[in-house]
């Protein structure tokens, strides 16, 4: 058998002496076959030879005074279907290596086999010629030495390198998995067995029984389901290990308090004395309270899904420093803004005293979060802004005239923000869809109500600024609240008619370049 592979002539096997005749069919002794014989494919033969004859030789060895049937089994049972008592055959030397090599081309080289099959037989088939010395293998130089290389193989097959790279992957099944679906017609299909090969073992085996039950009529039925099932998908390795530390992200995120190390930080800071205001509720009046904070759990959730560790993270107003902490605890650059110089100390004491950021790393600034004077001729430097301004007087946190806690009157809080918007979207990098590079400017919004004039939705207006100043709204995560303090409001929304707000918003922009 001779076999030209590109530029060069290798022989595929050793030459040997080949005698062509006719031999009886009882000589012919049929062991260790690689397929199962097919009845339909020995009629369709039996037919063709009552016809036209035997077209092709059967390839056999001699072994004392009997024939060892190399290949050609369906034709010697057609030939013993139609009764015949001789078949014509080519006889080769007893030598097992090769004997099962021609046995193997021939089967390749007629398609005969389901993909799980061509798989495991041109790997057999790699494994037998790396026996014989004829196949490269690693390490070789394959263009000085007269070897066959795979790219030789897959052209000899008719198949492009990637193709049979393909192929060969199917042997990778679980071996439970060839044995499910070996027999069936969803083993013909080779780049659904490709897939399959590439899905974790619980997951294969899922797929193989949903299919063999007939609980999934089809292959793609059978992959949804089965990842429904263990709620896993064949991700690349980034995106697993996010999926795995962060969970699902949704458009409606609840966080959890949760009893750490970072919880306790931001503790440290939130309820400390000093930092409590007084605030009117609707059923118990007046009363010392902690300001609303953003869980820690949020922080380092927005932390964690936009940025890596040494990206630098800055907050506009750090209040009680939640966002700072969580960056400082994830392993990011700081820089932080607020007017209250009792905050940034406690915020700089936590974070250093807590967390493994180095002091050149922390940077808070005594100075106004919409300006950002210190960085007036600075652009593109921050890979993440996470922020929660206060707005429209809902909440006020100090005496300064530049805190936007101040500004009740809706036109000129916007005119205030805006400039903000601005500041903000010439510090933060660029991002690139394209290159999937992400580098956001994160804002949570809330509401406020004013009586007869209705409900402001905060969402809705910074949107409309962002837009203004160029920013493309990303995306829109909803926080869910669940506090205490909603039970409070009860007896008002019911006596006004409106719904107690149990979400935020968090808007997610970008500034692209293009």
């Known amino acids: 058998m001779q076999t030209t592979y590109g530029s060069s002539k290798v022989s595929l096997l050793k030459t040997q002496p080949v005698t062509t005749k006719d031999i009886p069919i009882s000589k012919i002794k049929v062991i260790n076959r690689m ?16 016809e036209v004859g035997q077209i092709h030789e059967i390839t056999v060895c001699r072994k004392g005074d009997e024939y060892i049937l190399i290949c050609g089994n369906h034709r010697v049972e057609a030939m013993r279907l139609l009764k015949k008592e001789y078949i014509r055959a ?69 198949y492009t390198r990637r193709t049979y790279q393909y192929k060969k992957s199917v042997a990778n099944l679980h071996p439970e998995v060839k044995d499910l679906l070996g027999e069936t017609k969803f083993a013909n299909n080779m780049m659904d067995m490709h897939k399959l090969q590439k899905l974790p073992d619980h997951i294969q085996l899922e797929i193989a029984n949903l299919l063999i039950t007939e609980k999934a009529k089809t292959f793609r039925r059978a992959y949804v389901l089965a990842h429904l099932k263990f709620n896993q998908t064949n991700y690349p390795d980034d995106i697993q290990r996010t999926k795995d530390t962060l969970g699902l992200s949704k458009s409606v995120m609840h966080w959890e308090r949760k009893k750490n190390k970072l919880n306790d930080i931001c503790y440290y800071v939130s309820h400390n004395e000093d930092n409590r205001v007084n605030r009117m509720t609707g059923q118990f009046g007046t009363n010392e309270i902690n300001n609303y904070t953003m869980l820690p759990e949020q922080s380092s959730w927005f932390v964690q899904y936009f940025s890596n560790e040494g990206d630098l993270v800055i907050d506009n107003f750090a209040g009680r420093g939640t966002n700072i902490i969580a960056a400082a605890y994830h392993n990011r650059r700081v820089i932080g803004y607020d007017l209250s110089p009792k905050n940034l100390q406690l915020i700089r004491t936590a974070c250093l005293e807590n967390t493994s950021i180095k002091e050149e790393d922390l940077t808070l600034h005594h100075s106004c979060g919409v300006e950002m004077v210190e960085y007036a001729e600075a652009t593109d430097i921050a890979d993440l802004m996470l922020l929660d301004p206060p707005y429209y007087g809902a909440e006020v946190y100090g005496n300064d005239d530049r805190d936007l806690c101040h500004i009740k009157d809706v036109a000129k809080f916007n005119a205030r923000f805006k400039t903000c918007l601005i500041n903000m979207k010439r510090l933060i990098k660029p991002s690139s869809f394209k290159d999937k590079v992400f580098k956001p400017i994160i804002i949570k919004c809330g509401s406020i109500r004013r009586g007869s004039r209705g409900l402001v939705e905060m969402k809705t207006e910074i949107e409309i600024l962002a837009r203004e100043v160029g920013l493309v709204l990303h995306d829109v995560i909803i926080n869910e609240l669940r506090s205490a303090f909603q039970s409070y409001n009860v007896g008002r929304s019911i006596e006004n008619r409106y719904t107690i707000k149990s979400h935020e918003s968090n808007l997610v922009f970008l500034k692209y370049e293009d």
């Open 35 to 50: 397929r199962k014989t097919d009845v339909n494919t020995v009629a369709d033969i039996a037919q063709s030879i009552n």
């Open 90 to 158: 080519r006889i080769r030397d007893d030598q097992k290596l090769i004997n099962q090599l021609i046995e193997i081309e021939e089967n390749l080289c007629a398609r005969r086999n389901n993909s799980i099959e061509e798989a495991e037989a041109i790997i057999l088939r790699e494994q037998i010629l790396i026996q014989l010395g004829r196949k490269a293998v690693v390490g070789n130089n394959q263009y000085t030495e007269e070897k066959i290389t795979n790219d030789d193989l897959a052209k000899q097959l008719g």
